[in-house]
T-cell receptor, first 112, second 112 residues
Framework: DAKTTQPPSMDCAEGRAANLPCNHS???????VYWYRQIHSQGPQYIIH???NNETNEMASLIITEDRKSSTLILPHATLRDTAVYYC?????????????FGQGTTLQVKP | DAGVIQSPRHEVTEMGQEVTLRCKPI?????LFWYRQTMMRGLELLIY????????DSGMPEDRFSAKMPNASFSTLKIQPSEPRDSAVYFC??????????FGQGTRLTVV
């Protein structure tokens, strides 16, 4: 599985967009980028995933660079409840196992 | 659906005792994952099942750990004998095919 690199921590002002970067320079052509988050004391929560096109859902947007070596998760209007650890995961292709391997993630602190 | 259900939520046991953690996946999901989370090591994948069959147990720390999935709606993770270093939060997750995984609320295990 391709490894990912994320900054250990970030701050964001409440109401502003939070942009969380992730590097995955060794990603293979058939590997997806997944984002999860973990709010304190809870189980990880799925946010979004993508292959090469940008994706948007009710929670966030995912921007993947054209060379697919990096991506950015965007929370358009961060709230205090978005304070969490955010994990960027490159997942083995659907034809394989489907397992998720978590790194250390980025701790996002949303401040009033 | 009530989501992934884990029991117990908290477990305190004495070193040397047997501990059994339980998980009920979401109905219709064919993948089940067991993770362990500690401050030092983060989220570690211990084992996962597909259609009740263990696929990859390479993350199981040692022979004291065992996991079973006797049917599609139930899985157990057993530690025998337990040791203080097994203290952690254990998460169970399930997914359908290779879609996003849904996590339970976890079992916080303390071995004294």
């Amino acid at each position: 599985d391709a490894k990912t690199t994320q900054p250990p921590s970030m701050d964001c002002a409440e109401g502003r967009a939070a942009n969380l970067p992730c590097n995955h320079s060794t990603i293979s052509g058939n590997e997806y980028v997944y984002w999860y988050r973990q709010i304190h004391s809870q189980g990880p929560q799925y946010i979004i995933h993508g292959l090469k096109n940008n994706e948007t859902n009710e929670m966030a947007s995912l921007i993947i660079t054209e060379d697919r070596k990096s991506s950015t998760l965007i929370l358009p209007h961060a709230t205090l409840r978005d304070t969490a650890v955010y994990y960027c995961i490159v997942r083995v292709a659907p034809s394989n196992t489907g397992k998720l391997i978590f790194g250390q993630g980025t701790t996002l602190q949303v401040k009033p | 659906d009530a989501g992934v259900i884990q029991s117990p939520r908290h477990e305190v046991t004495e070193m040397g005792q047997e501990v059994t953690l339980r998980c009920k996946p979401i109905s219709g999901h064919d993948y089940l994952f067991w993770y362990r989370q500690t401050m030092m090591r983060g989220l570690e994948l211990l084992i996962y099942f597909n259609n009740n069959v263990p696929i990859d147990d390479s993350g199981m720390p040692e022979d004291r750990f065992s996991a079973k999935m006797p049917n599609a709606s139930f899985s157990t993770l057993k530690i025998q004998p337990s040791e203080p270093r097994d203290s952690a939060v254990y998460f169970c997750a399930s997914s359908r095919d290779r879609g996003e995984a849904f996590f339970g609320q976890g079992t916080r295990l303390t071995v004294v």
